[in-house]
Structures are given as structure tokens and as C-alpha cells.
């Protein structure tokens, strides 16, 4: 019986959850802690059993108060969906247990609360967004999460944390507002918002000047929200000043959303029909994408703040995944894909990392990393990892999702992305080589004191599973293989 | 905070009839336009208008800042509640039409609208009078 209702009670289980913690709270608020870390292990346990279902028979299609769409609101969980959900979930459970010693320095004790209460509601809207097949619901889900994530970033004691919030949300407002006049054109033009109504509606319609408006409207919006160069701006700020468990979640929760909203859109909505043979738009995504590539790159060398050039480096992560999807055949979609997972463990691992150092040793420049090593041996190792697999090195799973982009380049012909991809190895080499030259081979100075730099579990196990998840992915990359094929089936299939 | 007369009567006069509106316009959610959101917002704006009429002080003394949070939570678990009995009695979320009361099913789905409408009204109202009074109150040490 259950079952069936998989894709509301992931949505409405989060959204108890975030009341029970409002409740917790009010009577002890260190209660907050274990009830929010419940309900998101029983929520991944939950994408986990959705992931099953999808798995064995397809396409999930749910109808909200049983009004069949087009007329009702539909639910909507096919292989895709169901593959992001429980990378977001994951991601969601691991940033959750480590916020608990993290935040303690960065939040104030009073807005614990609250804090838990806006990271499940967060995850109430990414769980929302994945699950839906109507486009307003959508809509109305990235802004729970968002609005969610303005909150987020700003809860921390900084000041530069506060302005970094505020600039989030004026970006991200101006992004819904684009993807709501989006939705609005097409709502005028079909009378209906259900995705795949509208994918059967829009064929005739492909030369109406509004559903180029409208098409271009989306495009701006989502790509402000996934931070795609050069609408990347509001990013570097909200990562490097949010409070350390934020930037892990916005960086892989929040960025992996907006990539999931753009495929969805790009794809099910306005389908490869019109993206490829009617407006040539990926052509022209790929090139920004590739843009995005180096610059991010490029500008990720020359920051010496360490989350500082993490998030820069994500501005370049985000164009590999647009780069697959512009590219557009199966293989290089296969890569990019893939890469939601690697940038996913990658991403979430190197923050907790940042995180962490600034947490025990107080360390933010890249600079006073000297011996770094010596003294937080786990916490390098675990950043070791993720930056050998951030360059693409066997035996990583970075090397997978650089390996499919690559070939699936080759076989489109573009040589040029080739280079691109390879010479973006190049500078993420060179960027990361930098922090663990720092770590690993400089003696500290004689005068550092020998501070107490032992992490605490609830923050190390975070970040060794996600470590760990890199390079165990590269030797059983079958099983994320098997699902994104099936998922790059349907999207490029049209359905 | 001054007297003033002129605004005290008016907000004496007014409050009444807005929350009289705003139920109206709750309850109609289901047959006609309207609904939750807008009803709770005009609520709301009731007890905002209080705010500015007599102070912070004296309407925090009203309506606390317990009674709210209850409040907001009490509204979206009418909602969740609701939509999960649906569930129990065999039909989708929010599938009303499944829930046995001695009623046809129009009514039951016209009960039950406005049932989760009233929730939706209660969590508006508490969210939004909530916000403007963290708004208006500085934080201590500040």
C-alpha cells in the first residue's frame, strides 16, 4: 500500500520532519540534532525504496487527489528523477550529521532552531522538485529551496555571510522571476502546465515567437540559479561565507537542483525536437558551458582562500555537466550525468574538508596550510582523494565522467571541447596541486603552535564516506551506468 | 507610543469586519475565487493593523509568540492530516472523495477543501503576522 504513495511521502515527510524539529526544539533545543538527522536517514531509506521502484517498473506516475493530468497536479518519477533524488537525499543526511559540530562556532545557539528547521524545509523543495512533473509546481518547489537557501547562507555569525545572503537573494529572485514569466508565456499559449502535455502540446507551436520568449526567458533563469558563467556572481560569496555545513549543502544540494531543473525543462518539456533541430540552442550552451570551463578554472588559481577556490572551481564543475548536455548524444550526456554524482561526492567532500580545517585550526588561506598534513591526517587524505578525482585521475570516479565527456566529444567531432576538457585537467592540477604541495610536502613553521587538531567524528565520517564514495564509484560505476543510460534513453527519446 | 484616537477607533471599528472578510474569503476557496493564502493574509492584516494601532508591546501581549508558532504548525498539519487520511481510506493524497461521510461527494470534496483551506488560512495568518513582528522588533544587542 505504501508503495504507491513513494513520490508525496517524499515530499511530505521532510515537511513533517521540519515541525517535529520546530517541536523538538521548544522543549530541549539540542533535540533538534537527532530528530532532523532521523527523518532524513528514513528519507534516504525512502528515495532508496522510490529508486527500487523506478528500477523495476519504470516511469512512477503519480495523481495528486486523483485528478488525472492534465488536469491534476501529476508526480512524475522516472529514472532521472529518481537517480538525483537520492544523490540529493545523501547529501542532504551527510551535510545534516556534520552540521552538528560545525555550526556550533559559526551559528549562534538561539537560531539552532531555526537552522534545522530551514535545512529540512530545503529538502522538502529539492525532494519536491525532483519528484513533480508539472512545471508551476516546479517553479513553486525551487523557491521553497531557495528561499530556504538565502536563509541558510546568512545564519552565520559573519557579517560577509549576511551581504552574501542578501546578494543570493536578489540574484535568485530575479532567476524566479525569469522562469516564472517562462512558465507564464507557455501557461498562455497551451493553457497547461503539465510536462508532458506540454512536450505533446508545444510540437506545432515551435515557431511562435512567444514560446522562443518563453524558451529564452527559462533559459536565463535556470541558468542564473545553477550559476552557469557568466551569471555565476552571486556564487563565490554565498560558498565561501556561508557557515561551513551550508556551503557543503548549497554546493552539492542546491547546484545539483538547478542542473536537474535545467535538463527537465531543456528536455522534457521543450524535448530534443526543438533544442537540436528547431532552435540550435545547445550548440551555443556548449560553447558557454566550455567558457565556464576554463574561466572557472582560470580564476580558481589565482584565489587564496581555500572555499574561495572551491566555489569558483564548482562555477567550472557546473560547465562539465553543461558541457554534456550541450554536446547532446548519449555519451557525453552519459558523462555529464554521471558527473552530477561525481561533483555531488567531490564537491560535498572538499567543503566538509574546508570546513573542518577551519573548524579545528582556524586556517582559511591556502598559504598557512604548511604541514597541514602532519597534523589533520585523515581530513588531507580525504581531500587528497577528492582533489585527485576533481582532476580526473584513476582510480576515481572523476576519471569516469571526464572519460564519457571526453569520448562522447570525440565522437560529435568537436575537437575543440576535447582540448578544453583536457586543459581544464591541466588547471585543476594546478590549483589543487597548490593546497596539497601546502599539506603535504612544506614544513610548518617552528613558531605554529601545536594546537589540538583531532576532527570531531560526527564531522570526519561525513567526509571519509564521501572520500571513500569516489573511489568505490569508479570501480562499481555499472551501477549509477545502469540508471543513467535508461535516464539519457528517455531524455533524448524525447519522452 | 502617542496616542492617537483618530487611529485607535478606526482600527476598533475596522478589525471586526477584516477578519469577518478574511474568513469569507477562506472558506470560499473551494467554490469561488480565493482561498487559503489570500484569507490568511487579510487575517493577518488585522492583527498587523493592531500592531501599528496600539504598539508592539500590547498586541505581543495578545497574541504571543507561542500562540503563533502553535499556530503554524497547528495549519499545516490540518493540511498534512487531511491529505493523509486520503491515503488511509485507500485513494491518493488529498483524494477526498475516498473519505466516508454520510454525504455525496461533492460535499465531502467541498468539506474537505475548505477544511484544508482553513489550515492553509491559519499557517498564512500565523507566518505572516510572525514577519512583520520580527521585522518591527530589533533583535537584543543589536
Redesign the interface.
Known amino acids: 500500500?505504501i508503495s504507491e504513495?513513494l513520490p508525496?511521502l517524499a515530499v511530505?515527510l521532510p515537511?513533517?520532519g521540519a515541525?517535529t524539529v520546530?517541536?523538538a526544539g521548544?522543549a530541549e533545543r539540542r533535540y533538534c540534532y537527532p530528530v532532523a538527522v532521523a527523518v532524513l536517514t528514513i528519507q534516504f531509506g525512502l528515495s532508496l525504496a522510490i529508486l527500487r521502484e523506478v528500477l523495476r517498473g519504470g516511469t512512477i506516475h503519480?495523481?495528486?487527489?486523483?485528478w488525472a493530468p492534465p488536469w491534476g497536479i501529476e508526480l512524475v518519477v522516472d529514472h532521472l528523477s529518481a537517480y538525483v533524488l537520492v544523490i540529493l537525499v545523501f547529501l542532504s543526511l551527510l551535510s545534516c550529521i556534520y552540521a552538528k559540530r560545525s555550526i556550533g562556532g559559526e551559528i549562534d545557539p538561539q537560531k539552532t532552531v531555526a537552522f534545522y528547521v530551514m535545512f529540512l524545509l530545503l529538502v522538502v523543495g529539492v525532494c519536491g522538485i525532483t519528484v513533480t512533473g508539472d512545471i508551476f509546481n516546479l517553479y513553486v518547489f525551487l523557491e521553497i529551496s531557495s528561499i530556504a537557501a538565502y536563509t541558510l547562507v546568512a545564519s552565520g555569525r559573519e557579517k560577509k555571510g549576511l551581504l552574501a545572503g542578501f546578494n543570493y537573494l536578489i540574484m535568485g529572485t530575479i532567476s524566479a522571476c525569469f522562469i516564472l514569466i517562462g512558465i507564464g508565456h507557455l501557461y498562455v499559449v497551451t493553457g497547461t502546465l503539465n510536462m508532458a502535455d506540454l512536450a505533446r502540446l508545444l510540437p506545432p507551436l515551435y515557431d511562435s515567437t512567444i514560446i522562443h520568449v518563453a524558451f529564452i526567458f527559462f533559459i536565463v533563469g535556470l541558468s542564473i540559479k545553477t550559476a552557469l558563467f557568466p551569471l555565476h556572481t552571486w556564487l563565490p560569496d554565498a560558498y565561501s561565507h556561508a557557515p561551513s555545513a551550508i556551503s557543503v549543502l548549497i554546493s552539492t544540494v542546491i547546484s545539483k537542483m538547478g542542473i536537474y531543473a535545467t535538463i527537465r525543462i531543456l528536455f522534457s518539456v521543450f524535448t530534443v525536437g526543438f533544442i537540436v533541430d528547431h532552435l540550435p540552442i545547445l550548440e551555443f550552451f556548449a560553447w558557454v558551458a566550455a567558457i565556464a570551463v576554463i574561466a572557472g578554472s582560470v580564476i580558481a588559481i589565482a584565489q587564496t582562500d581555500l572555499k574561495r577556490m572551491l566555489a569558483y572551481s564548482s562555477v567550472s564543475q557546473m560547465g562539465y555537466i553543461m558541457l554534456g548536455i550541450g554536446i547532446a548524444n548519449s555519451v557525453a550526456m552519459t558523462g555529464g550525468v554521471l558527473h552530477i554524482l561525481n561533483h555531488a561526492l567531490i564537491k560535498g567532500c572538499l567543503f566538509m574538508v574546508a570546513g573542518a580545517i577551519i573548524y579545528r585550526v582556524g586556517l582559511r588561506k591556502i598559504d598557512d596550510f604548511k604541514g597541514l598534513a602532519g597534523r589533520m591526517p585523515y581530513t588531507c587524505a580525504a581531500f587528497f582523494i577528492a582533489a585527485i578525482s576533481m582532476i580526473g585521475l584513476p582510480p576515481t570516479v572523476g576519471f569516469m565522467s571526464k572519460w564519457y565527456l571526453t569520448l562522447g566529444a570525440i565522437e560529435a567531432g568537436e575537437w575543440f571541447f576535447v582540448v578544453v576538457i583536457l586543459a581544464s585537467t591541466l588547471l585543476n592540477a594546478i590549483y589543487f596541486w597548490r593546497v596539497l604541495e601546502y599539506a603535504y610536502f612544506r614544513h610548518a613553521d617552528a613558531e605554529t603552535p601545536e594546537l589540538e587538531s583531532r576532527v570531531p567524528v560526527s564531522m570526519l565520517l561525513p567526509m571519509l564516506v564521501l572520500a571513500a564514495g569516489c573511489v568505490v564509484f569508479f570501480f562499481a560505476v555499472s551501477i549509477p551506468l545502469g540508471i543513467i543510460d535508461a535516464a539519457v534513453a528517455d531524455l533524448l527519446g524525447g519522452a | 507610543m502617542r496616542e492617537n484616537v483618530v487611529i485607535r477607533t478606526v482600527t476598533r471599528l475596522a478589525v471586526p469586519f477584516i477578519l469577518v472578510f478574511g474568513l469569507y474569503i477562506i472558506l470560499h476557496g473551494s467554490s469561488r475565487a480565493g482561498g487559503g493564502f489570500q484569507g490568511g493574509v487579510i487575517v493577518a492584516s488585522a492583527f498587523i493593523l493592531i500592531g501599528i494601532a496600539f504598539g508592539l508591546d500590547e498586541t505581543q501581549r495578545r497574541i504571543r509568540e507561542k500562540v503563533r508558532?502553535i499556530a503554524s504548525?497547528l495549519g499545516?498539519?490540518i493540511f498534512?492530516g487531511i491529505?493523509?487520511l486520503?491515503?488511509l481510506f485507500?485513494?491518493?493524497?488529498?483524494?477526498?472523495?475516498?473519505i466516508p461521510l454520510p454525504l455525496d461527494t461533492p460535499w465531502v470534496r467541498g468539506l474537505m477543501m475548505e477544511a484544508v483551506e482553513i489550515g492553509i488560512g491559519i499557517t498564512v495568518m500565523a507566518v505572516m503576522t510572525s514577519i512583520f513582528y520580527d521585522v518591527a522588533t530589533k533583535e537584543e544587542g543589536e
Open positions: 500500500m504513495h508525496i511530505i515537511l513533517v515541525l520546530l517541536l521548544w503519480y495523481y495528486l487527489g486523483d | 508558532t504548525i499545516i498539519s498534512i491529505g493523509l486520503c491515503i485507500g485513494a491518493n493524497f488529498l483524494g477526498y472523495a475516498a
